[in-house]
Nanobody, 115 residues
Framework: QVQLVESGGGLVQPGGSLRLSCAAS????????MGWYRQAPGKQRELVAV???????NFADSVKDRFTISRDNAKNTVYLQMNSLKPEDTAVYYC?????????WGQGTQVTVSS
């Protein structure tokens, strides 16, 4: 059973930065597609960023040039560095792992961008 535990969310002012972490159980970070999704109140869950096993990354247009995704294979952890945050980035952010047998989700971490 894969477990994903997010951390790093919180309240930040517009223009600020946050780094989210996703600690995975087992050595899956380097082997499978990992990513971040978010869900704002009243909206559908949407893709934010993904990183493939080969290192290729993909981002939602709304976060390109502001967010980066990376991983530390030794720590089995995926990171989402979020810069120049905007109020519209406010959402619950979920870590995601796509394995051959199933997809897995973390419990989510709240990010609130407000002055």
């Amino acid at each position: 059973q894969v477990q994903l535990v997010e951390s790093g969310g919180g309240l930040v002012q517009p223009g600020g930065s946050l780094r989210l972490s996703c600690a995975a159980s087992g050595s899956i970070v380097s082997r499978y597609v990992m990513g971040w999704y978010r869900q704002a109140p009243g909206k559908q869950r949407e893709l934010v960023a993904v990183i493939a096993s080969g290192g290729n990354t993909n981002f939602a247009d709304s976060v390109k040039d502001r967010f980066t995704i990376s991983r530390d294979n030794a720590k089995n952890t995926v990171y989402l560095q979020m810069n120049s945050l905007k109020p519209e980035d406010t959402a619950v952010y979920y870590c995601y792992a796509r394995l051959p047998i199933s997809n897995y989700w973390g419990q989510g971490t709240q990010v609130t961008v407000s002055s």
